[in-house]
């Protein structure tokens, strides 16, 4: 992931470079993305989701900076195989498999400032700021135990827009999701993933 | 600026609902086992146990209060061979056996109804009007399917009858509880299943022994 983060900036920079002068203009922006995610708390579960989108909406206030407003939502989910649970003391012990889903659903401002701006890409760093929403359920047999609960969200990314037309274009970014929401049940202090997203813009002028 | 935002409220609607329904089909049917012990109970203190031929059974019908022939058999037997294999020598109950074991089954026949929406693998198909009613995009024929499932859940305690006091008050030194869904025809299943639980119960409790 460190990999592709350094990738997409030595390109964004390579780009502002490259592209001095521009008569790109933006102003009101909307963008849907699918979104793959890769879930850092590995405790519950670790297997990377493409089961995920995002929608936003970006006002720019100036040529280089937006504000705005979005969500993006991921669907997490990895089957554990049978074993044997016990508690610290030696108590008690349980054995099962199951189904461990996370569902996430952040809904979030944010601001975006743009580097430079060539003809054709533009690339951008930002953060969004708010709240996240989210589910978490432990399927067994056929029983379900689930949590839900609400968390302050902050999703710093960095991203790039390719322009097609000055209405419409692709966009990709790279961010890292971090949200406070816990769980007593499944012993879940936060939860944080690392998002990448594909997707289009439209932009209206 | 209505017939705007409603399509988009409804877009958002049905965007944020992708979520993922589990293919709970991985799961395995296997009980799920449950033990809790005494902390303080030392079980090489015990040479000898007692467990009758019969199941205790807790279902719907008052009349079904006990297990017994083949089924129950083999349940028990199981339960002396994890017992026997821990070195403990199975005694008659008159003969003063120093733990006690009870096996009981309760089958509960659950009927429910599960509704579903488009999610849930109706992808692409709407209903007639669906095509002539541009802004209900939400709206699709309800559908329901009843199920009717039986859980059974198993519970297996073993009792201090050594060490019982002069009012004959039996402590439990070790319990068992094995849950799951149950056949609704087949007998010879649950058997099945909650001989492998009581199998499972015993090899999560390797302090159990002589």
């Given at each position: 992931m460190k990999k592709l983060i350094i990738l997409l900036y030595?390109?964004a920079?390579?780009?502002?470079?490259?592209?001095?002068?521009?008569?790109?203009?933006?102003?009101?922006?909307?963008?849907?993305n699918?979104q793959i995610a890769t879930p850092l708390n590995t405790?519950?579960?670790k297997?990377t989701s493409?089961?995920g989108?995002s929608?936003e909406?970006?006002?720019?206030?100036?040529?280089?900076?937006?504000?705005?407003?979005g969500f993006s939502w991921n669907?997490f989910?990895?089957?554990?195989?049978?074993?044997?649970?016990?508690?610290?003391?030696?108590?008690?012990?349980?054995?099962?498999?199951?189904?461990?889903?996370v569902?996430t659903l952040p809904?979030y401002l944010n601001a975006h400032y743009?580097?430079?701006?060539?003809?054709?890409?533009?690339?951008y760093a930002g953060i969004g700021l708010g709240a996240q929403?989210s589910?978490?359920?432990?399927?067994?047999?056929?029983?379900?135990?689930?949590?839900?609960?609400?968390g302050f969200v902050a999703r710093p990314e960095v991203g790039l827009?390719?322009?097609?037309?000055?209405?419409?274009?692709?966009?990709g970014n790279v961010g890292f999701n971090y949200a406070t929401n816990?769980?007593?049940?499944?012993?879940?202090d936060n939860l944080k993933h690392v998002y990448y997203s594909i997707?289009?813009?439209?932009?209206?002028? | 600026?209505?017939?705007?935002?409603?399509?988009?409220?409804?877009?958002?609607?049905?965007?944020?609902?992708?979520?993922?329904?589990?293919?709970?089909?991985?799961?395995?049917?296997?009980?799920?086992?449950?033990?809790?012990?005494?902390?303080?109970?030392?079980?090489?203190?015990?040479?000898?146990?007692?467990?009758?031929?019969?199941?205790?059974?807790?279902?719907?019908?008052?009349?079904?209060?006990?297990?017994?022939?083949?089924?129950?058999?083999?349940?028990?037997?199981?339960?002396?061979?994890?017992?026997?294999?821990?070195?403990?020598?199975?005694?008659?109950?008159?003969?003063?056996?120093?733990?006690?074991?009870?096996?009981?089954?309760?089958?509960?026949?659950?009927?429910?109804?599960?509704?579903?929406?488009?999610?849930?693998?109706?992808?692409?198909?709407?209903?007639?009007?669906?095509?002539?009613?541009?802004?209900?995009?939400?709206?699709?024929?309800?559908?329901?399917?009843?199920?009717?499932?039986?859980?059974?859940?198993?519970?297996?305690?073993?009792?201090?009858?050594?060490?019982?006091?002069?009012?004959?008050?039996?402590?439990?030194?070790?319990?068992?509880?094995?849950?799951?869904?149950?056949?609704?025809?087949?007998?010879?299943?649950?058997?099945?299943?909650?001989?492998?639980?009581?199998?499972?119960?015993?090899?999560?409790?390797?302090?159990?022994?002589?």
């Amino acid at each position: 992931m460190k990999k592709l983060i350094i990738l997409l900036y030595i390109s964004a920079f390579g780009v502002c470079s490259i592209n001095a002068q521009t008569d790109w203009h933006l102003k009101d922006m909307g963008i849907l993305n699918w979104q793959i995610a890769t879930p850092l708390n590995t405790d519950y579960l670790k297997e990377t989701s493409l089961a995920g989108g995002s929608l936003e909406y970006r006002r720019f206030i100036k040529p280089t900076m937006s504000v705005g407003i979005g969500f993006s939502w991921n669907s997490f989910e990895q089957y554990i195989s049978p074993r044997v649970y016990e508690k610290p003391d030696g108590s008690q012990a349980l054995y099962t498999d199951f189904i461990h889903q996370v569902y996430t659903l952040p809904i979030y401002l944010n601001a975006h400032y743009y580097f430079g701006g060539g003809e054709k890409m533009k690339p951008y760093a930002g953060i969004g700021l708010g709240a996240q929403y989210s589910e978490q359920d432990a399927y067994y047999n056929i029983f379900v135990t689930e949590e839900k609960n609400w968390g302050f969200v902050a999703r710093p990314e960095v991203g790039l827009l390719y322009r097609f037309t000055n209405y419409f274009g692709l966009h990709g970014n790279v961010g890292f999701n971090y949200a406070t929401n816990k769980s007593d049940a499944f012993k879940i202090d936060n939860l944080k993933h690392v998002y990448y997203s594909i997707g289009i813009y439209w932009n209206q002028y | 600026m209505k017939p705007k935002i409603v399509p988009l409220v409804a877009l958002i609607a049905a965007i944020v609902s992708c979520r993922k329904v589990p293919d709970t089909s991985e799961l395995s049917n296997q009980q799920v086992v449950a033990t809790d012990r005494d902390l303080a109970a030392n079980f090489s203190d015990y040479n000898t146990y007692f467990i009758s031929d019969s199941v205790s059974v807790v279902a719907n019908d008052p009349k079904d209060s006990i297990l017994t022939g083949a089924l129950a058999a083999q349940l028990v037997n199981a339960v002396k061979t994890n017992m026997n294999s821990r070195g403990y020598s199975f005694v008659a109950r008159t003969a003063s056996p120093h733990l006690g074991l009870r096996l009981t089954v309760i089958k509960d026949i659950t009927r429910t109804a599960i509704c579903g929406g488009w999610w849930d693998g109706w992808y692409g198909y709407y209903p007639p009007w669906y095509w002539g009613c541009y802004y209900c995009g939400g709206y699709y024929y309800p559908w329901c399917t009843t199920y009717t499932y039986t859980i059974g859940t198993s519970t297996l305690y073993i009792f201090d009858v050594k060490n019982q006091g002069t009012n004959h008050n039996l402590k439990a030194l070790w319990g068992a509880t094995m849950f799951g869904v149950f056949s609704t025809t087949n007998n010879q299943t649950n058997a099945d299943l909650t001989t492998t639980a009581i199998n499972q119960a015993f090899s999560q409790s390797p302090y159990i022994k002589k």
